[in-house]
C-alpha cells in the first residue's frame, strides 16, 4: 500500500469520511435503543455534508462544525460523545470518530481559504509526519472494535484509492 502522504486531501478526506462512517455504524449498533438517533443523525449529516463537498458543492464549513461541536443540546453529537467517553470500551471509537469527522471540516475550512479557526479546531499545523502517523493507525485502532467485514471494507477503500491515484500518475 502507497503512503498515505502521497494521496491527495481528496482522497485522504475520502478515507476519513469511511472510518467516520463505518464507526457510526458501530455506535448505531452499539446504542440502538433510540436514545441517540438525533445524535446519529447529526453525525450522518456531517458525513453527508462531506460527501457533498468532495462532489464540488460549496459547503460553509461551520455547518459541519457547529452539528459537531453540539455538547449544549441534550442528545447532541457531542452529548453523546461526552456521555461515554469515560469507559475505555468506547475511547478508541470515539476519539475516530471525532479525529475523521474535524480532519474533513478543517479541509472544508482550509479550501475557503479560513484563517481563524475556533478554538477546539484542529489547526492544520499537525506536522506531516504526525499526519501520517495517526493515518498510519487508524487501521489497527478500527480493528479493536470494527467487524473483520467492516475492516475489510475500510481496507478496499484505501487500497482502491492508491491504485487510482498510482494508474492516473504521468
Known sequence: MRDIMDLSIEDRVVICLAYAEQTLYYFEHEFNDGMYDIAFERFRTIISLGYDWLAGSKVNWEVPYELCND???????????????CSAKYETPTSVLIWTLYYFIYQCAHSSNEKYFPQDLWDGSLPMDDEKKVFDSLYTDVSSYLSAEACEILRDVWQRLSAIRKYSEP
Not at 71 to 85: K, L, M, P, S, V
Open 71 to 85: 455538547d449544549e443540546r441534550e442528545n447532541g453529537c457531542f452529548n453523546f460523545i461526552a456521555t461515554y467517553e
